[in-house]
């Protein structure tokens, strides 16, 4: 009975772990890619998830998506308006990718498209499941999931 009882309290914790720390916001893939291979590949992504692109810093690797407002929870009954941040550096002998974004659900409170920014909140991995945070938390994870070629940090800044 001892073993059982060790055993569970031994792996009941492990099986709410995610890959993802809690209050991550920020995830960074390391690539070899080159800066404008990378620039492109991520663009490319955030375009195939059915972003557009606000604003395309070629000199200093940077994008910032528009809003896009997407489904989540029970019944894909909530909704959750994302922003997504790119930059993409190069560091020694790896490019970095960095995405972060801002997120608020329009069922919650209302606000215009010029005020999302200073209204909506900071992506991070806080949410319970089904809730817009971590709707929102998904949406990056699967951006940077969807790019083949890297390994995939999650920092909390």
Do not use: C
């Not at 909506?120 to 949410?127: K, R, T, V, W, Y």
């Amino acid at each position: 009975m001892k073993k059982l009882i060790l055993f569970l309290l031994l792996t009941i914790p492990l099986l709410g772990l995610s890959q993802s720390p809690r209050k991550s916001n920020t995830i960074i893939i390391h690539t070899v890619d080159s800066e404008d291979e990378a620039f492109k590949k991520i663009g490319r992504i955030l375009l195939n998830e059915g972003f557009t692109l606000e604003n395309i810093d070629k000199d200093f690797y940077m994008l910032v998506s528009n809003i896009k407002t997407s489904t989540h929870g029970f019944m894909n009954a909530g909704k959750v308006d994302t922003k997504i941040n790119i930059q993409v550096d190069k560091k020694e002998d790896k490019t970095l990718i960095k995405i972060t974004g801002k997120f608020a659900s329009p069922q919650l409170f209302q606000y215009t498209e010029s005020e999302f920014d200073s209204q909506a909140l900071q992506i991070e991995n806080i949410g319970a499941k089904g809730s817009p945070v971590n709707a929102a938390w998904l949406i990056l994870v699967g951006l940077a999931e969807k790019y083949d070629s890297g390994s995939i940090e999650y920092l909390v800044n």
